[in-house]
């Protein structure tokens, strides 16, 4: 069984920093591609970040020189560095991963953590 837990979000001020987490446990062979999504209260979830298992990263348009994306192989734990923050930031934010476990690769999701942007 893998699970991933999430950790870091919360309320910052507009201009605002905060790193998340998101750390898998359970019987991992290997973690592929690596990601962030978020979701806006009635809006659909969007991609943040991912970045694969050979470092090469990808950002959606609205966080792109914002937010970054770094991993710890050695943890299987990879974060999301969020800089100059917005209101339009807020959202529910998920990590995601494609992992190799025994006999099986699957694509598996955080539970979510909440940012919130305001003053």
């Known amino acids: 069984q893998v699970q991933l837990v999430e950790s870091g979000g919360g309320l910052v001020q507009p201009g605002g920093s905060l790193r998340l987490s998101c750390a898998a446990s359970?019987?991992?062979?290997?973690?592929?591609?690596m990601g962030w999504y978020r979701q806006a209260p009635g809006k659909q979830r969007e991609l943040v970040a991912t970045i694969t298992i050979g470092g090469n990263t990808e950002y959606g348009d609205s966080v792109r020189g914002r937010f970054f994306i770094s991993r710890d192989d050695a943890k299987n734990t990879w974060y999301l560095q969020m800089n100059s923050l917005k209101p339009e930031d807020t959202a529910v934010y998920y990590c995601?991963?494609?992992?190799?476990?025994?006999?099986?690769?699957?694509?598996?999701w955080g539970q979510g953590t909440q940012v919130t942007v305001s003053s």
């Open positions: 359970g019987s991992i062979f290997r973690i592929y591609p």
């Open positions: 995601n991963a494609r992992i190799l476990t025994p006999g099986l690769i699957d694509d598996y």
